[in-house]
């Protein structure tokens, strides 16, 4: 018979296999309570019959016992001949024997209950010479063995079910409390890993911008060390909910790291030891979904996989609007890649904007957050991103804008004592250069591309100051220009200022003489004429290819 701790540590299944040798009635239709509560019932029903039987064969028994021993003694006696008449010395002499008899019964009775003794006690005591008492004390004597045997079977089996309705009682009362449920491993999260420097982490939520949150799933160093962890992972596993006393939701079982099987993980190779290239493969912008502004930057300064790229913007000339076509661009025909936008120190409507006209992670930081925020959204964005690339992934960050990083950046950054001028640490443009740098193509591997936003003619000699550093750092330049903004063109693209180093790897070769003759067309012309001739002839043809065709006339 088992206990109500041993029911309840075991599981369903279990629970039905012992219900079902106890010939519980629907026990498969019964929920855990309930099974356990049927099948302590059961038992207990069984414990009641046995322990009924138990003293009716032990009556059984004690009577064939006690019949064989008295007819013999009665034998024995009835032969022995007795004296009329005896004398005092030999009645003394019988008074003697039965009271060493007795003596002897006593001290085999001892180990009975004082209940028992005390009947026997009584039934054993010597009486004055009676010849017909000293024959029936053997009968007295096993009869009492007999009854002392069936009392402790009884009390025996009546403790044993006292214990058993003590259980019953507290399950009555536990009866009422709410059901223990198991949930391990039924919930499958997934989130971003940020390692702590004692050695464990936590998987964050992309909904609170990878930081802290109450949706944090807690990593132990162990799982960490076994699968290789790296912050920037993309873990997706089998959570359970908090015991008593914990506070996160612990990691149970990792499924898969970055989209792939841990296994494979375990032996990649690091971002930093991977080999840079040059693009080879353009991005398609002018196909589904395509824009003029899309269409102009395929032709003049086309993006390929793995592309740094810089977008230098006066105030006001539509930088977001046009960050927002690439976007879409990339994200309709290429649904391959991995589209991140990150969003530091914008304006809050224009991220609500962004997050319901993009199909992409959107990650933003507005201006009323502190720097400090800014910079742990752009470092775990970068992380994540170069585990993405090291599993073979192509993935695209469009970052708005690096200036305002590099000023969050130079606020975090502790006084070096080398300032720049406008204010610059000399040490905090160290960072978001590293941020702009991570773009590469990766041989026999995946990709990286980074295209942002730098701001110039801002007013400001920090801003003028974090331009100078970046430029040239890309390769790949998108020119935006105020005039052409002021006379409603867009995009106000400055094309003659807009290019792509090695752009002969992007295009073919028929392309390429075409859009050289081009360039040489629009020479003559200034920024502004050049933009409003070529918006008439783009939006005068569907596609690039027609245009090209149709350029001789």
């Not at 509560?37 to 028994?61: C, G, H, V």
């Not at 319901?356 to 470092?379: C, L, M, P, Q, W």
């Not at 992380?383 to 590099?406: F, N, P, Q």
């Amino acid at each position: 018979m088992s206990n109500i701790t041993d029911l309840k540590s075991k599981k369903l299944p279990e629970l039905q296999e012992i219900a079902k040798g106890l010939n519980v009635p629907k026990y498969r239709y019964l929920n855990k309570p309930e099974l356990i509560n049927q099948i302590i019932d059961f038992q207990e029903k069984q414990t009641n019959q046995t322990s009924q039987e138990l003293p009716k064969k032990n009556a059984a028994t004690t009577a064939e016992n006690t019949n064989s021993p008295s007819k013999k003694e009665r034998k024995k006696k009835i032969d022995a001949p007795q004296k009329v008449g005896s004398s005092k010395q030999e009645n003394l002499s019988k008074n003697t024997i039965n009271k060493e008899t007795a003596e002897d019964n006593k001290v085999e009775i001892k180990a009975d209950t004082k209940s028992n003794f005390q009947r026997k006690n009584n039934s054993l005591t010597p009486s004055s010479t009676n010849n017909n008492q000293s024959k029936t004390l053997p009968l007295s004597n096993n009869n009492n063995n007999n009854n002392n045997n069936g009392n402790i079977a009884n009390n025996n089996s009546n403790n044993y079910l006292n214990i058993n309705n003590e259980n019953f009682d507290k399950e009555k009362k536990n009866r009422y409390r709410a059901p223990d449920f198991e949930f391990d491993s039924i919930v499958d999260c997934e989130g971003v890993l940020d390692i702590t420097p004692e050695g464990y982490g936590f998987l964050r939520s992309s909904d609170y911008n990878y930081l802290a949150s109450p949706d944090d799933i807690y990593v132990s160093a162990s799982q960490i060390r076994l699968f290789g962890l790296q912050t920037g992972d993309t873990v997706h596993g089998e959570v359970r909910p908090p015991k008593d006393g914990e506070k996160y939701y612990p990691l149970l079982k990792v499924i898969k790291i970055n989209g792939l099987d841990p296994q494979v993980v375990r032996d990649r190779v690091l971002f930093e030891h991977l080999t840079p290239l040059f693009p080879t493969e353009k991005f398609e912008l002018a196909g589904k979904g395509a824009t003029p502004s899309t269409r102009l930057i395929d032709l003049f300064a086309p993006i390929g996989k793995g592309q740094r790229g810089m977008i230098v913007a006066q105030p006001k000339t539509g930088k977001t609007m046009l960050l927002k076509d690439i976007a879409n661009a990339i994200s309709k025909n290429h649904p391959e890649v991995y589209l991140m936008v990150l969003l530091i120190d914008e304006r809050p409507e224009e991220v609500t904007d962004m997050q319901r006209s993009v199909r992409g992670e959107i990650i933003s930081s507005t201006f009323d957050k502190e720097a400090s925020e800014h910079v742990k959204i752009a470092n775990i964005v970068l992380e994540k991103a170069k585990r993405l690339v090291e599993c073979g992934h192509d993935v695209v960050i469009l970052l708005d804008s690096i200036t305002r990083l590099a000023r969050a950046y130079n606020t975090v950054q502790p006084a070096s004592g080398k300032v720049l001028t406008g204010g610059v640490d000399a040490n905090a443009l160290h960072k978001p250069k590293r941020f702009f740098g991570a773009a590469r193509n990766i041989e026999n591997g995946g990709s990286l591309s980074i295209i942002a936003t730098a701001l110039t003619e801002t007013g400001s000699k920090m801003d003028e100051v974090i331009f100078e550093e970046f430029k040239g750092t890309g390769n790949m330049e998108l020119q935006l220009d105020r005039r052409i903004a002021n006379r409603r063109v867009f995009p106000a693209i400055d094309l003659m200022a807009s290019s792509t180093r090695r752009d002969d790897l992007l295009l073919d070769e028929n392309t390429l003489n075409r859009i050289w003759v081009l360039r040489k067309y629009l020479a003559d012309m200034n920024p502004i004429e050049a933009m409003e001739f070529m918006e008439k002839q783009i939006k005068q043809t569907r596609n690039n290819e027609e245009f090209l065709a149709t350029m001789n006339n």
